[in-house]
């Protein structure tokens, strides 16, 4: 399957932690890329490879993955993480083919 | 620090041919350590990856759209662009392109964003 499946919303209290998942056949073999949209924005890259932030993305995000299974954690969750989050890995037909996850709204209470 | 832009029409009449070019700056489209890539957001939709082009020329489509979906780039102009034929409502979106970066085979990521166009199709 060339699927990434996430929840479609979760929420977390402010300071808090929460964990985001994607789940797909193609992560048993490809890592996860993570993004994170706010309104009206391009999606910004924040976790890739095993657990890699781009400069300027703060300690508070991290991946990890485990079977068909990655993960996006933030620990201590800010009012500015409100957003959607997408996973991106290449599909498992092994070609260089690409697919996005369904997106996660991240709601911080 | 890089930049890429999408410039194109906001508006595509149906069965027509979308069209739009993404200039890259503060920095090479040529280097190898990168792939280009396109990527589209219908209104209140997830993202969809169209494709990827290497500054070689070489080219991925996504399968579902692969009859209808150009690549191409032109190395002296430090830009790609993306031609997508037959249009529908359906393809309706905000189009992205985005600097990839293939670390090793199995770790990618879109590093570096447009800000993204609006394309409308209507008559």
């Known amino acids: 399957s060339s699927e990434l499946t996430q929840d479609p919303a979760v929420s977390v209290a402010l300071g808090q932690t929460v964990r985001i998942t994607c789940q797909g056949d193609?992560?048993?073999?490809?890592?996860a890329s993570w993004y994170q949209q706010k309104p009206g924005q391009a999606p910004v890259l924040v976790i890739y490879?095993?657990?890699n932030r781009p400069s300027g993305i703060p300690d508070r995000f991290s991946g990890s993955s485990s079977g068909n299974t990655a993960s996006l954690t933030i620990t201590g969750a800010q009012a500015e993480d409100e957003a959607d989050y997408y996973c991106?890995?290449?599909?498992?037909?092994?070609?260089?083919?690409?697919?996005f996850g369904t997106g996660t709204k991240v709601t911080v209470l | 620090q890089l930049q890429l832009q999408e410039s194109g029409p906001g508006l595509v009449k149906p069965s027509e041919t979308l069209s739009l070019t993404c200039t890259v700056s503060?920095?090479?489209?040529?280097?190898?350590?990168?792939?280009w890539g396109w990527i589209r957001q219908p209104p209140g939709k997830g993202l969809e990856w169209i494709g990827s082009?290497?500054?070689?020329?070489?080219?991925y489509y996504n399968p579902s759209l692969k009859s209808r979906v150009t690549i191409s780039v032109d190395t002296s102009k430090n830009q790609f662009s993306l031609k997508l034929s037959s249009v529908t409502a359906a393809d309706t979106a905000v189009y992205y392109c985005?600097?990839?970066?293939?670390?090793?085979?199995?770790?990618?990521?879109?590093?570096?964003w447009g800000q993204g166009t609006l394309v409308t199709v209507s008559s």
């Open positions: 503060g920095g090479s489209i040529s280097s190898s350590s990168y792939y």
């Open positions: 985005a600097r990839q970066k293939i670390v090793v085979v199995i770790t990618h990521c879109f590093d570096y």
């Open positions: 991106n890995s290449r599909d498992s037909s092994g070609n260089h083919h690409y697919v």
């Open positions: 490879g095993k657990n």
């Open positions: 193609s992560l048993r073999s490809y890592y």
């Open positions: 082009i290497y500054y070689s020329g070489s080219t």
